[in-house]
């Protein structure tokens, strides 16, 4: 009977219900991702410690999805629940909430890698002040750009990455377009991760995604007196809005180019593939 009740809430089935798969789903990205940097750079670095990084953020990306891909479509980035909104695949009533739901699981999840890793960063820092360890150990929460990268080039390195991340999981999930079935679509969005972070992660660590950047840089600006957000001359902004104005220009490249090739040929989805937001899905089988 409570079974029943729970599966009949209209809570738990409406936007809050998808905001607890946003949370959990983003939480578990941050988990993997900032991570797998704790593993590569507070330890005795790996040889070749940027294979390691675009790996485990791959795996982490795809974890993610495979939380709350049937809840929410698992967004898991600000940029790609606004994209979606712009092109009228979801509500825009919705937007905040899912924001909210994603930065809130990233900040979460960077207030537990602090105290696991919290000897590790102290050993790395070589100090146990809490303040001086999360000054010193910042990049392994948030990203920032490398010393001989303008504004320009990083605004344009996060812009380009987003637009790239969005504009192809549209054409991974468009059911018209060669959809990746049986469940794998989050295993091929991974790898579409490991492919950005190969060639466009080194300029600035490759945010594209605004709550995976200010969650964790939030959690650290609590215990380290806010300086995550005045180092390097106010960084913070861009990690946000490069990679939202990015996620909607991706957006519309790939409705108003490859989408509008495929509705030319009308071409309807192929078999019984159904798309809810980032998911591909088939129908249960009797």
Request: hydrophobic share 50%; proline share 4%; with cysteine.
């Amino acid at each position: 009977m409570s079974s029943q009740s729970v599966a009949r809430s209209p809570l738990l089935s409406g936007t809050y219900g998808e905001m607890v798969g946003e949370f959990f789903g983003t939480m578990v990205l941050i988990l993997f991702g900032d991570g797998v940097v704790a593993t590569a750079f507070l330890f005795e670095p790996f040889n070749n410690e940027w294979i390691v990084v675009i790996m485990g953020w791959g795996l982490a990306v795809m974890l993610g999805i495979y939380v709350c891909g049937a809840i929410s479509g698992a967004h898991l980035n600000p940029a790609v629940t606004l994209a979606l909104a712009v092109r009228g695949k979801l509500a825009w009533s919705k937007v905040l909430w899912y924001w909210l739901a994603q930065v809130a699981g990233a900040f979460v999840a960077a207030a537990i890698l602090y105290f696991v890793y919290q000897g590790a960063i102290n050993h790395f820092i070589g100090t146990a002040n809490i303040a001086d360890a999360a000054k010193g150990a910042g990049f392994v929460f948030y990203t920032h750009p490398q010393s001989f990268i303008g504004t320009f080039g990083a605004f344009g390195d996060e812009f380009v990455g987003t637009a790239l991340l969005v504009g192809l999981i549209f054409a991974i999930v468009d059911g018209r377009n060669q959809p990746v079935q049986a469940n794998l679509n989050p295993l091929i969005i991974g790898f579409l991760i490991v492919a950005i972070g190969a060639s466009f992660g080194r300029n600035t660590g490759y945010a594209i995604n605004p709550a995976r950047d200010f969650g964790p840089r939030l959690w650290i600006a609590l215990v380290s007196g806010g300086q995550s957000f005045s180092v390097n001359n106010f960084y913070f902004w861009l990690p946000i809005v490069a990679p939202l104005a990015g996620g909607v220009v991706g957006a519309y490249i790939y409705d108003f180019t490859i989408g509008k090739v495929l509705q030319a040929r009308m071409l309807g989805k192929s078999g019984t593939a159904e798309t809810t937001g980032e998911a591909v899905r088939e129908p249960a089988v009797d």
